[in-house]
């Protein structure tokens, strides 16, 4: 089935260590995203991109990095610059954003990252 | 800049009762308005939107929502609320600035529908 695959569900991290949550989808769409979830506040992008080898800063961009290497590939890489990096982050993708349905975003199972 | 309010943290309604959760936005030029739902530890899955065209939006699971220019709102609604429609909703703009498309969320309002 098409989808959008998160890894790994559950993270643990020491401070100072970078990161890296993996988004692969299989649904052949152009866009890719990554949300920040935290009790109360909603989602917050983060970074996306249109195409491969493109990509933008959301609204919460620092101390996070991205690459897109690959059309089906979006990995996002929380370092240590992040000074609260504790959340759900979810990965979501749509197709080319020039078509109207382009809004209707298609999203991963999440994966919590804890700092121990 | 586009954005969404949802300006009820939890609404709570009884099971067989319409349920109503609420939300207003501001945009320039033309909305386009998606609702999502969250189940615990899960991601979101998408209800239904609004591009153009009726006010009224049918979705998923007996959902519906109502687009209201003059108001800016676009509640999300359902005639009879069961247990298992207790989750996390999310309303949702799209913005493209500079040709590069994007949701902007609201904060989100918890469902709980009690037996």
């Known amino acids: 089935d098409g989808g959008i695959t998160q890894s790994p569900k559950y993270l643990f991290r020491k401070e100072g260590q970078n990161v890296t949550l993996s988004c692969e989808q299989n649904?052949?769409?152009?866009?890719m995203y990554w949300y920040r979830q935290d009790p109360g506040q909603g989602l917050r992008l983060i970074y996306y991109s249109q195409i491969v080898n493109d990509f933008q800063k959301g609204d919460i961009a620092e101390g996070y990095s991205v690459s897109r290497e690959k059309k089906e590939s979006f990995p996002l890489t929380v370092t240590s610059a992040q000074k609260n990096p504790t959340a759900f982050y979810l990965c979501?993708?749509?197709?080319?954003?020039?078509?109207?349905?382009?809004?209707?975003?298609?999203f991963g199972e999440g994966s919590r990252l804890t700092v121990l | 800049a586009q954005s969404v309010a949802q300006p009820e943290d939890q609404v709570n309604v009884a099971e067989g009762n319409p349920l109503t959760v609420k939300c207003t936005y501001s945009?320039?030029?033309?909305?386009?308005l998606f609702w999502y739902v969250q189940y615990p530890n899960r991601g979101l899955q998408f209800l239904l939107k609004?591009?153009?065209?009726?006010?009224l939006v049918k979705g998923s699971y007996g959902f519906e929502a109502e687009f209201n220019k003059s108001q800016t709102s676009f509640h999300l609604k359902k005639p009879s609320a069961l247990v298992s429609d207790s989750a996390l909703y999310f309303c949702a703009v799209r913005d493209y600035p500079g040709g590069y498309n994007k949701l902007i969320f609201g904060a989100g309002t918890r469902l709980a529908v009690h037996p």
């Open positions: 609004y591009i153009t065209g009726d006010n």
């Open positions: 945009v320039s030029g033309n909305p386009y």
């Open positions: 979501a993708s749509s197709i080319f954003w020039i078509r109207v349905e382009a809004g209707e975003l298609f």
């Open positions: 649904l052949n769409h152009d866009a």
